[in-house]
Structures are given as structure tokens and as C-alpha cells.
């Protein structure tokens, strides 16, 4: 999360596994599992990362991946704007978020059940998700907003 009172602008890459989809008739996410400790919720976002200064949100997308989870895009796709208004910790945010869709370059990221990656100080972990548990409201997505672009 950004500095209080400033608003953060942020590039996020859905990506969906379309093989699982074909054998399952169920579509699912790869998504970063985060927690509140102020509400203790547990909660699921895109993967993806701050913009720095001077580089595009494609390129701050691109390179988040790449520092996160040592990951190559391709295929990706403009999807949106959103705005994201929140409270996390008992602190309010505030992003801008650039929202993109996407594939891994590399078909084994598709095997993983999930990834367990550092993020500054914090441990993190990315995981496949099916849809139908963030739409059914067994688990949180955020922002809500991006319900409209699966």
C-alpha cells in the first residue's frame, strides 16, 4: 500500500487457465492471496504491481511479474480503468488501477497450484482459484470492480 493520502496507480494481470476451463467446464484465476489484519479477512487480487515513474503501466505490469514470481507475459490485452477506494489494515487507500489480461509465456506456470513469493518484507502467495467460489462469495475478491471484466 502506498503512502497515506496519496493515491497509487497500479497494473494488474488477470490471467485465466483456458486448458483447465476445457477439462472442467470451470474457468479459474491466477491470484495473490492477501489478509487484513484489522478485519482478520482474507482476500484475493490480481497479481501485478505499483507503476514507477517514467514507465507505462504495460511495462510496470511486465516487470512486476518478472520480480515477483520470475514470470513472462504474452497475449496481453487492455482490459480497463479502475478506481479503488478502500480500507485495508484500518488505513484508507486509494489506486488507480490499470487492468490487463494475459497468459504466461511459460505453459508449466499453468501445473502450479501455487507460488510463494517475496513482496518487500512481506512472504505472499499466488494460487489458482476457480471463479465460481469469488462469484458464489465463498471467497473475496477485490476490488469488486473487476467482477465486471470476467
Not at 500500500?1 to 483456458?18: T, Y
Not at 486448458?19 to 484489522?38: H, M, P, V, W
Amino acid at each position: 500500500m502506498g503512502k497515506s493520502g496519496e493515491i497509487r496507480v497500479l497494473a494488474l494481470g488477470l490471467i485465466r487457465d483456458s486448458e483447465y476451463a476445457k477439462r472442467t467446464l470451470r474457468e479459474r484465476l491466477f491470484i495473490s492471496q492477501g489478509y487484513d489484519k484489522f478485519t482478520q479477512q482474507t482476500f484475493y487480487r490480481a497479481l501485478g504491481g505499483g507503476v514507477d515513474f517514467g514507465e507505462t503501466s504495460l511495462e510496470a505490469l511486465k516487470r512486476e511479474f518478472k520480480e515477483e514470481i520470475q514470470a513472462e507475459l504474452t497475449n496481453i490485452r487492455y482490459l480497463g480503468c479502475l478506481e479503488n477506494i478502500f480500507i485495508y489494515n484500518g488505513q484508507p487507500g486509494h489506486e488507480i488501477i490499470q487492468l490487463y489480461e494475459c497468459d504466461f509465456v511459460d505453459p508449466n506456470f499453468y501445473q502450479l497450484e501455487k507460488i510463494v513469493f517475496a513482496e518487500g518484507e512481506r512472504q505472499k502467495t499466488a494460487l489458482w482459484v476457480e471463479i465460481s467460489r469469488f462469484k458464489s462469495g465463498e471467497l473475496k475478491l477485490v476490488p469488486e470492480q473487476i467482477f465486471e471484466f470476467l
